[in-house]
């Protein structure tokens, strides 16, 4: 791997809490892969997308497009190989594309769920506090089994995940690496990259992700 991935992002230093603004995609599809895609609009890292890819025999991929990004993540979350690349995301009719070398993906996106409704009513202020997400951290497993608002990441960090709106993915396509990837289908089983997964019912969501150095 062309990189350190226990390197910390630039500026970063133990304790600091580093925050990530955008949205987070999860779907699976009928051939057993299924992927995690970052959308993010603010971070320490700037503007970037990435995606995050587990075939059906548990193999692992990260997506990234820069060395920094790919060795943050790396050192954050688990993965069997990490390729830097561009990754682009769009808008398009309806939905979202992201594309990079070897990846095409397109998503319909259709109306805030009930769950949705009920997250947007939560202050945004409360509702990405680490200390509201660590709360709810049991409410949320029992909810949505696999997925977690709080728990540990990889080099000793504390992560924490704000949901505050969810809209469902109600059509998908992806090729990878020139395979078609079949039918878009419900993430299952669970992704293995953290402590949690998203959810099973394909979902794009709004969301503040909250990563807690070492101190």
Request: proline residues 9%.
């Amino acid at each position: 791997m062309p990189f350190d991935s226990s390197a910390p992002p630039s500026g970063s230093r133990p304790g600091r809490d580093l925050r990530f603004e955008g949205r987070i995609a999860g779907f699976g599809t009928t051939s057993g892969t299924r992927m995690v895609l970052g959308l993010w609009d603010s971070s320490p890292f700037g503007r970037f997308a990435d995606a995050m890819i587990e075939d059906a025999r548990g193999h692992r991929i990260l997506l990234a497009p820069s060395d920094e990004v790919a060795a943050f993540i790396a050192a954050t979350y688990a993965f069997d190989e990490v390729r830097v690349l561009p990754v682009e995301r769009r808008r398009i009719a309806g939905g979202l594309a992201l594309d990079a070398p070897g990846l095409a993906v397109r998503l319909r996106i259709g109306p805030i769920s009930p769950l949705g409704r009920v997250l947007r009513s939560v202050p945004p202020r409360l509702a990405t506090h680490p200390g509201w997400l660590r709360a709810i951290d049991p409410v949320a497993r029992r909810l949505q089994p696999g997925v977690r608002t709080a728990g540990s990441a990889g080099g000793g960090r504390r992560e924490f995940y704000g949901v505050t709106v969810v809209r469902r993915i109600v059509w998908a396509e992806a090729r990878f690496d020139g395979t078609d990837l079949g039918g878009f289908a419900q993430l299952d089983p669970p992704v293995r990259f953290g402590f949690g997964s998203a959810p099973r019912e394909p979902s794009l969501v709004d969301v503040v992700t909250t990563i807690r150095e070492r101190a």
